[in-house]
Structures are given as structure tokens and as C-alpha cells.
């Protein structure tokens, strides 16, 4: 069974940073692709970045391209998300997860983590 664990979130104002990771258990890590999806309330569920299993392809969200860096550490099963010039509109839960593929990972997740709350203030 694959466990995701993400941290990192917090409050935060505007025009600051923050860095997420997703721990990733078993040792299968460096075999997939990995990505960033936000769910703000009352709102669907939505891409953020998408990283493939070697870190040499990363895709973002228009919302997002210039501001945020998504990177991987396969040694430490480990997925992050750089996020700067943070905006009110970034607060959102956001959640890691695993696909087979860089395609497959923003369309068909396999597996999700539970969760990390970032808050930005105006």
C-alpha cells in the first residue's frame, strides 16, 4: 500500500513563499510520475504540476507558471512544490499524487495524500 504525506503548508501573506513536500512510502517512488493538484472551498479540485518520474519533464497550470517549482528526490521519496510570489487566490488545500505517467498523473491518479492547508493573506 502507497502512502502519501504532504507538509509544509501554513499561513503565509501575500508575496511570500512556501515550500510543500509529499513523502512517499514503499520503494516504487522513482518509478512514477508525480503532481500537485489545490481544492479551494467551494471549488473543483484543480491541477497544479506535474513532474515525471525522473524530474526531467515538469508541466503547471497557467495560474501558477513562473511562481511555483515543482522538483522530486527520488533517493528521499520525496516530492516538493516551491510556491512564491504567493497570491490570496493560492489559499487552497493542497493535495500530492501518483500516476503512471506524466499524462496519466493529472488525468487518472492512483493513489492521493490526505491533505495540507495553505493560507494566503492579503
Known amino acids: 500500500q502507497v502512502q502519501l504525506v504532504e507538509s509544509g503548508g501554513g499561513l503565509v501573506q501575500a508575496g511570500g513563499s512556501l515550500r510543500l513536500s509529499c513523502a512517499a512510502s514503499?520503494?516504487?517512488?522513482?518509478?512514477?510520475?508525480m503532481a500537485w493538484f489545490r481544492q479551494a472551498p467551494g471549488k473543483e479540485r484543480e491541477f497544479v504540476a506535474a513532474i515525471s518520474w525522473s524530474g526531467g519533464s515538469a508541466y503547471y497550470a497557467d495560474s501558477v507558471k513562473g511562481r511555483f517549482t515543482i522538483s522530486r528526490d527520488n533517493v528521499k521519496n520525496t516530492m516538493y512544490l516551491q510556491m512564491n510570489s504567493l497570491k490570496p487566490e493560492d489559499t487552497a488545500s493542497y493535495y500530492c499524487?501518483?500516476?503512471?505517467?506524466?499524462?496519466?498523473?493529472?488525468?487518472?491518479?492512483?493513489?492521493w495524500g490526505q491533505g495540507t492547508q495553505v493560507t494566503v493573506s492579503s
Open positions: 499524487a501518483r500516476g503512471a505517467n506524466i499524462v496519466l498523473v493529472t488525468t487518472a491518479p492512483d493513489y
Open positions: 514503499g520503494r516504487t517512488f522513482s518509478s512514477y510520475a
